[in-house]
């Protein structure tokens, strides 16, 4: 009972969020960064077409507390996001407090957990191959947010100097 509703509140913020938010004032151009983000967003949409796995108990509570605790973080992420949210490489506005101080990239390091979390729940290896390219497919997506996000506001360069990608004093 729990998942759908986390689920459902975290897609209800991001359609709200897309509903609110301020046209862009900058956007990576070409195919490739378009590419990147909706595979990265819609990868993991795959996991459901695998057949469930059958979880010992301690599996199913890992499972139970990656996806709840990346979901929840995801939440709180996406709120103090705001309206500069997109799913495209886009400039909507630069955040740099909240979780964004310690790291750029908060809310794919929590949607990381819920994609494990939610791996866990099917068929393996297949589920965890889905997911660790769902994941992987969101470093060049990364990559066309620090360039246009760079190239529209200055203050970001100091800002990625000073600040992790993903993982405090590791990346």
Same mark, same amino acid.
């Given at each position: +009972?729990?998942?759908?509703?986390?689920?459902?509140?975290?897609?209800?913020? $991001?359609?709200?969020?897309?509903?609110? !938010?301020?046209?862009?004032?900058?956007?990576?151009?070409?195919?490739?960064?378009?590419?990147?983000?909706?595979?990265?967003?819609?990868?993991?949409? $795959?996991?459901?077409?695998?057949?469930?796995? %059958?979880?010992?108990?301690?599996?199913? $509570?890992?499972?139970?507390?990656?996806?709840?605790?990346?979901?929840?973080?995801?939440?709180? @992420?996406?709120?103090?996001?705001?309206?500069?949210?997109?799913?495209?490489?886009?400039?909507?506005?630069?955040?740099?407090?909240?979780?964004?101080?310690?790291?750029? #990239?908060?809310?794919?390091?929590?949607?990381?957990?819920?994609?494990?979390?939610?791996?866990?729940?099917?068929?393996?290896?297949?589920?965890?191959?889905?997911?660790?390219?769902?994941?992987?497919?969101?470093?060049? !997506? +990364? #990559?066309?947010?620090?360039? @246009?996000?760079?190239? @529209?506001?200055?203050?970001? %360069?100091?800002?990625?100097? %000073?600040?992790? %990608?993903? @993982?405090?004093?590791?990346?």
């Amino acid at each position: +009972m729990l998942l759908p509703l986390s689920n459902g509140l975290y897609l209800s913020l $991001l359609m709200l969020l897309l509903v609110l !938010r301020p046209p862009p004032v900058g956007s990576a151009s070409g195919v490739s960064p378009k590419l990147a983000a909706l595979v990265g967003f819609s990868l993991t949409g $795959l996991l459901v077409l695998l057949p469930p796995a %059958r979880m010992s108990l301690p599996v199913s $509570l890992l499972s139970l507390v990656l996806t709840l605790g990346g979901t929840a973080a995801s939440i709180y @992420i996406a709120a103090v996001l705001g309206r500069c949210f997109s799913i495209f490489p886009q400039a909507r506005g630069l955040v740099t407090r909240g979780p964004y101080r310690f790291v750029r #990239h908060p809310l794919y390091l929590a949607e990381f957990f819920t994609v494990f979390g939610i791996a866990l729940q099917f068929a393996l290896p297949w589920s965890l191959f889905v997911a660790l390219a769902a994941m992987a497919a969101q470093f060049p !997506r +990364m #990559h066309y947010e620090e360039q @246009i996000l760079s190239a @529209i506001y200055p203050p970001y %360069r100091a800002y990625k100097l %000073r600040t992790a %990608r993903l @993982i405090p004093g590791i990346y």
